[in-house]
């Protein structure tokens, strides 16, 4: 569905990575809740913007200050190691 929504004057490559980054948030949405409610694409001359509704209601998980992924993260999310 996102990969047919992009238009064709993109690039395979970065069709890929749209798609890999609504795969990894829908993914994310199933995972801590259940389903995902929405998702949608916005289109612009500088980039895409990828964003999914979900039903949660915990916004606690989202830190306020990300640590950034190291490259070999799986999850591309580090965790924090506790002191």
Not at 55 to 82: K, L, Y
């Amino acid at each position: 569905m996102v990969r047919s929504a992009l238009t064709e004057t993109l690039d395979e490559e970065y069709k890929d990575d749209v798609v890999l980054v609504a795969d990894e948030l829908v993914g994310n949405a199933l995972e801590h809740t259940g389903e995902a409610l929405g998702i949608s694409l916005d289109l612009y001359s500088w980039g895409t913007v990828v964003q999914v509704r979900d039903s949660g209601r915990d916004t606690a998980a989202v830190p306020r200050n990300p640590v950034r992924a190291d490259d070999d993260d799986v999850t591309r999310r580090r965790r924090r190691r506790h002191l």
